[in-house]
């Protein structure tokens, strides 16, 4: 971004720190926001209050650049998931031409950025606008990363469904029912425009042979659907009904209920559907947001339902798809016709015959894009033995790969609806494709193979009865991300009956699945597999606790990806991607990210260890005394006081101690992560040795003891209810008296080199949202201030979201402090002094830690400090330094 771009972000971060109100100040705001990149004026103003139509009524969007960004305000302190809705509900409603590439919403505190291409979301605080402004690059068209946009039809479809959905369930029609007419009417909305049936036959039977108010709609629409379930040769209808084609495949097996009476919204809406082009459908994208419109709970996430097929690429990339196409490709390489022709032949026959199974499909996005990849990698093979001619024969003859191939488990039933029509739409549409490529039309009707998925529990459910082990190849998917403190307590009663590992209290929902995966390796050890979950898996304590116990089992990982951004269903979540199997691979593939966002770079190594470095097994376990004798490092005290009773910020405490000068000696400063780095203050009352007389004295403290004491006695931990009887001390009291102490935040941003830690003393007060190290010499600090740590930190530790989670038993006890002569110890301390005084000097200049770490404008003068002390810190390790990171 050029200079002059930067110094309007930071003139309108200037020019609109006070901003707050939505109504007096939002279009000022978005004005100026906008001119930053030269924006004319004109098309400025035409993008105020954009008029949008929403069932029949009109709304207004805050600002609409048509075709690229829509902006929705709040006021200041209002959270932002109001806006995020109605954004979402606008584009939705928009038409074709003014829907934007990204959404933006802001409440002059906060800007989240939203590329509604894939769903990324970056968010951040306005005053560090210039700091991110690169993300704005495709308002000066330059857009960095190139997308497919997502086709419109798509969310069109997805909202009309669900107003249908909506209707038929006011209309008293049963649910489960509704959920099967639903999964139907969507497939007779796309045969009517793929090919299956003629074109509008479906639209036309609704039209002509129902009645305008839908009072016979269910009546014919069963009828309809009975006679797509019966062969031609055996049909007793005449008229338009009977031209309809045999569909069979069990879609339209069960019977619906009839008798039931809808009304004329749900024929309207079906007609008004029927308009979309249905052959654009995709359906990866549309089983995600169809599955959406039929669960009322996701519909917060509605609009932002673009699953990143990129991201399920590199799962069915590593798992299987390289390693076929490059057999495929040698295979062609032959030079020897028959034996090329023979080999192809065999290959062939190998596709056809390999089996997957996704134990948490949902809507099957996954099983989708893999059958598609597998037929079109058939469809090369074929066209391989015909050395690219038009096919001589039956194309019947050629296409082996069926989506009976394709096995699946998911606990909703409406979702394996959806996913099992989904991969027939995609049989289709690989059909057609089919048809192109060879010049024959190819259609497989009547269906005769439907996906194995079932309805069931994947914990409780024995998986060999789903598909047997010796006929299963892969196992792939995404299975649920849910932390191990916010599984409910009916799944942390089924992972404990399922994973019978010691410490499993300790793992995410996730690590079932991979458990159970083990577990059917070893009745088939050739089977692979690769799941994606979150990044906790492969850090801090849970990488040893899982891993330990796969290792033990005689797993290995083959190919992983490190940590990135995976959208889930509207929340972007931070995960990793890991292909294993009981058969070690001579050669492992590991991605490499620079960062979360970043495309991965591809290493060749030797091993793949539990936290997916290129490193031997570690299996560190968590300890209470430091490895290399140092200090012991606690937690800041826990104020345990309900909501903040014993807290005060600035304004409070003067008028507190205005009012009763003697609270003086009982106020500390209070210094928390947010504090450290963000150079906010805060205070506490801290009262263990206020005499009674005095507490008697103020109203004010005695409210205070009353309130600690109401919200300690409700608590569910017995242990804290016991606390409520000492209404006036902290529920953990840490506090350091006699000596200066080091503290480090226990979540750091992984935007920094290092993380920062600071010296302090009482009558500060740490809290427990920091470390504390008493005692902690200049040498102790210049050792954790150093990239060395850092990067122990950055692999050892966990992460929240894709910040740094520290730990004391795990992290800090488990570091190898080096050893060292007096002279190199005293260079390191004349080292962190010159640091501390660097620090100084900017801090006196309005900077907090967090503005002088962050990568991108850490001082040159603070950045050259650093760089001394990580080669002498380094060189203590090892003379000559390490090779790399």
């Not at 040795?689 to 006695?713: A, F, T």
């Amino acid at each position: 971004m050029n200079k002059e771009i930067i110094d309007n972000a930071l003139k309108f971060i200037t020019l609109h720190k006070e901003d707050k109100d939505e109504r007096q100040q939002a279009q000022m705001w978005i004005r100026d926001f906008l001119e930053i990149f030269n924006i004319p004026i004109q098309k400025i103003n035409i993008g105020f209050e954009w008029r949008i139509n929403i069932d029949g009524s009109q709304k207004y969007a805050d600002h609409l650049l048509n075709g690229l960004l829509l902006i929705e305000m709040k006021s200041k302190k209002q959270k932002l998931d109001k806006a995020k809705s109605q954004a979402y509900k606008y584009v939705m409603n928009l038409d074709n031409e003014d829907i934007p590439k990204f959404v933006m919403l802001s409440n002059f505190n906060t800007i989240q950025l939203i590329d509604l291409t894939n769903n990324k979301t970056i968010e951040f605080n306005v005053k560090d606008l210039h700091k991110y402004i690169d993300n704005f690059n495709f308002l000066l068209n330059k857009i960095q990363d190139t997308h497919i946009p997502m086709n419109p039809v798509n969310a069109k479809a997805a909202k009309l469904m669900e107003s249908l959905h909506d209707y038929i369930l006011e209309s008293k029609y049963p649910k489960n029912a509704s959920d099967l007419l639903m999964t139907r009417i969507v497939f007779c909305f796309f045969a009517e425009d793929s090919g299956i049936f003629d074109t509008n036959q479906f639209t036309n039977y609704i039209k002509n042979e129902t009645k305008k108010d839908g009072s016979d709609l269910v009546d014919k629409l069963t009828t309809l659907f009975q006679t797509l379930n019966t062969p031609i040769n055996e049909r007793f209808q005449s008229g338009s009904l009977n031209d309809f084609p045999y569909i069979n495949g069990g879609l339209f097996a069960i019977s619906q209920p009839s008798g039931l009476a809808l009304n004329s919204k749900i024929r309207n809406i079906i007609l008004e559907t029927s308009l979309l082009d249905w052959s654009k459908i995709s359906p990866v994208i549309f089983g995600s947001m169809f599955e959406g419109a039929m669960d009322k709970e996701r519909r917060h996430s509605l609009g932002a339902h673009y699953t990143s097929e990129v991201n399920i690429l590199k799962v069915i990339n590593g798992l299987f798809l390289n390693e076929l196409r490059n057999e495929f490709e040698h295979i062609s390489q032959i030079k020897i016709k028959k034996i090329k022709y023979k080999k192809l032949e065999e290959f062939h026959n190998k596709l056809a015959n390999l089996k997957f199974l996704d134990p948490a499909c949902g809507s099957g996005n996954f099983l989708m894009v893999a059958y598609r990849e597998l037929r079109r990698l058939e469809h090369e093979v074929i066209d391989e033995i015909n050395q690219g001619q038009a096919l001589l024969f039956d194309i019947n003859d050629f296409i082996q790969v069926e989506i009976n191939q394709f096995y699946g488990m998911e606990i909703l039933p409406y979702a394996v609806s959806v996913a099992k029509i989904g991969l027939w739409m995609m049989d289709h549409l690989m059909n057609i494709e089919a048809s192109e490529l060879f010049g024959r039309l190819y259609l497989r009707l009547p269906l005769h193979a439907s996906a194995n998925i079932e309805v069931c529990d994947a914990l409780t459910k024995e998986w060999s009865e789903i598909v047997p082990p010796n006929e299963l190849d892969y196992v792939l998917g995404n299975p649920p991300f849910i932390g191990a403190r916010i599984m409910s307590k009916e799944q942390k009663n089924t992972f404990k009956k399922v994973v019978k590992i010691t410490g499993s209290s300790d793992l995410d929902y996730v690590c079932a699945w991979y458990y159970k995966t083990a577990l059917l390796m070893q009745l088939n050890p050739s089977i692979k597999a690769a799941l994606v979950s979150t990044n906790s898996v492969f850090q801090g304590k849970q990488a040893n606790i899982i891993w330990k116990k796969l290792f033990e089992m005689g797993i290995y990982i083959n190919f992983a990806h490190q940590s990135f951004k995976w959208d889930n269903n509207g929340a972007t979540v931070h995960v990793c991607i890991a292909g294993f199997s009981m058969n070690e691979e001579k050669e492992k593939f590991l991605y490499l990210y620079k960062d979360i966002q970043t495309q991965p770079v591809l290493k060749k190594v030797k091993i793949i260890n539990e936290y997916l470095i290129d490193a031997p097994y570690l299996m560190l376990k968590s300890s209470k005394k430091q490895i290399s004798n140092y200090p012991i490092m606690r937690f800041g005290s826990m104020a345990n006081d309900g909501k903040g009773n014993f807290q005060l910020d600035e304004d409070l405490k003067n008028k507190l101690i205005k009012k009763h000068p003697i609270l003086e000696e009982y106020i500390h400063e209070f210094i928390g992560a947010k504090e450290l780095l963000d150079g906010e203050t805060r205070y506490i009352l801290y009262l263990k040795d206020m005499p009674p007389n005095i507490i008697r004295k103020i109203p004010y403290i005695q409210n205070v003891g009353q309130k600690v004491y109401e919200s300690r006695i409700k608590s569910s931990r017995n242990s804290t209810k016991k606390l409520a009887q000492y209404p006036f001390v902290l529920g953990e009291d840490r506090v350091i008296k006699n000596s200066k102490f080091l503290i480090i935040p226990r979540v750091s941003s992984e935007n920094r080199e290092y993380i920062p830690m600071d010296y302090f003393e009482y009558p500060t007060i740490a809290s427990d949202a920091v470390f504390q190290l008493e005692n902690a010499s200049l040498f102790i600090m210049g050792v954790l201030q150093s990239k060395m740590h850092a990067l122990w930190v950055k692999t050892i530790g966990g992460k929240l979201e894709s910040r740094y989670r520290y730990s004391n038993t795990l992290v800090y006890n488990n570091f190898v402090f080096p050893t060292y002569s007096n002279k190199e110890k005293i260079y390191i301390e004349n080292i962190v002094k010159e640091i501390l005084e660097i620090r100084k000097y900017w801090k006196q200049k309005g900077n907090t830690l967090a503005d002088l770490y962050d990568k991108k404008a850490m001082p040159i003068n603070l950045k050259k400090k650093h760089n001394e002390l990580d080669d002498k810190v380094e060189k203590l390790y090892i003379k000559s330094g390490f090779a790399n990171d």
